[in-house]
């Protein structure tokens, strides 16, 4: 099942998540990416239908930079967390996404941020989030190990615990995560966490 | 389970002499699950108006954004603030007009009136408007806020005295209840002779479970 979890830290954000790509009882490939980098300083980690997933968050991504094209400056987090509500908001009663979202960005002047969107557009600003199965575990070891204003090195080192604790507990744990952070440097892919590497495909 | 009892929610507003107080929970949770302990749903319409929405929290977000829009409107135009009994009409209508696709929040509404007559009332999913002289509660912890509300409340309290009593009322009754708690937030608000509306907000620290 999968698992998206984050929090925020001291100048940075960070989102993790599995990267298994499952179709009932196949497991199509285990590097698919689920945290999408939205622009210079804003990473969408999403979670959910897969059809859903890829084409709202594109959907959020093209919209971002359109902003960005037509007004020559950058949405900033929150408002990209609301517009994205938005959207969820008013499909919900039409045609309903079923992606839940962890949206953290780093604003100039605001510093970190990470905002927890459900699928039926609960928004709510938060310092550590997690969705799927693996929040069960994940919760429990933040609402223990995390402290405001955690250095990288403590925050990965959560993580990393965290994603010990789903292989550990989780009936049909997913192998592989992605972790990536976002920083007044950026938002960037941080490290892969690979227990099953996929096999290369050999070009016949 | 049911969809207003999706999220979690407690909400009480009181009447008192030339006051009103009204208060909320603060647990945001997704069924069992609890997701957040800050979460807000009392939100202010203007300085003395002020409406809280339980029920499902997508549906209290965007009702909020529905009515700031429809206030700003009117205040654009009637160049004033809303009366209290005016903006109840239009969270009934408002809710109403989706009578067969309904937002699932009940909200409840707590203002100063003409006269610095403090005003509540709450109303069901569809816009069925109650009006009440003492106290308004709504929520998951609704039925344990109506005992709690019914034997503490007294006519004609201070403000200071109105405000342990909401506090008490509210703690005592979110204990009972799983899907709401984590803490309390009381506004209260005071309209006194030739002082400006005085606003009180206060965070209670309850049960944190």
């Known amino acids: ?204 | 389970m049911s969809i207003f009892e999706y999220n979690g929610s407690a909400l009480v507003a009181m009447v008192g002499k030339n006051c009103f107080a009204i208060a909320s929970d603060r647990r945001l949770g997704v069924q069992l699950q609890t997701v957040a302990t800050d979460f807000q749903r009392v939100f202010k319409i203007h300085d003395r108006l002020y409406i809280g929405l339980s029920g499902l929290a997508t549906d209290a977000q965007t009702m909020y954004q529905k009515l700031v829009f429809r206030h700003k409107l009117y205040q654009l135009r009637e160049e004033r603030d809303m009366k209290p009994q005016t903006f109840a009409s239009l969270v009934s209508a408002l809710l109403y007009e989706k009578r067969f696709g309904p937002f699932f929040c009940q909200p409840v509404i707590a203002g100063l009136g003409d006269n610095d007559e403090p005003f509540i009332c709450t109303m069901d999913c569809l816009g069925a408007k109650e009006l009440a002289k003492d106290f308004v509660v709504s929520g998951t912890a609704s039925e344990s806020l109506y005992g709690a509300c019914e034997s503490m409340y007294k006519p004609d309290m201070e403000p200071e005295e109105l405000f342990e009593t909401i506090s008490q009322a509210l703690l005592s009754s979110v204990d009972r209840d799983c899907l709401s708690g984590w803490g309390g937030y009381v506004l209260l608000v005071y309209a006194a002779l030739l002082t400006p509306t005085e606003v009180q907000e206060k965070i209670l620290k309850g049960r944190m479970d």
Request: glycine letters at 8%.
């Open chain 1, 1 to 204: 099942m999968e698992c998206v979890f984050g929090l925020v830290g001291k100048g940075f954000a960070i989102v993790a998540a599995d990267t298994s790509a499952v179709n009932s009882i196949l497991v199509h490939k285990s590097n698919e990416d689920k945290v999408m980098v939205l622009d210079s300083h804003k990473l969408l980690g999403a979670s959910g239908e897969p059809g859903d997933r890829v084409q709202f968050t594109e959907y959020i991504q093209k919209n971002v930079h359109l902003y960005q094209f037509r007004n020559g400056i950058p949405l900033t987090t929150a408002a990209t967390a609301n517009f994205t509500r938005g959207e969820l908001a008013t499909a919900l009663r039409k045609n309903p996404y079923s992606v839940n979202i962890l949206l953290a960005g780093y604003d100039k002047g605001v510093g970190p941020s990470m905002y927890y969107i459900d699928y039926i557009a609960t928004m709510h600003k938060i310092e550590k989030g997690a969705f799927g199965y693996g929040s069960y575990f994940c919760l429990s070891m933040m609402d223990r190990l995390y402290h405001p204003d955690m250095s990288i090195e403590e925050a990965i080192e959560l993580i990393d615990k965290c994603i010990i604790e789903i292989r550990t507990r989780l009936v049909v744990a997913p192998p592989n995560f992605v972790i990536k952070i976002v920083d007044q440097d950026g938002a960037r892919e941080y490290a892969w966490r690979e227990s099953i590497k996929s096999p290369d495909v050999s070009m016949a």
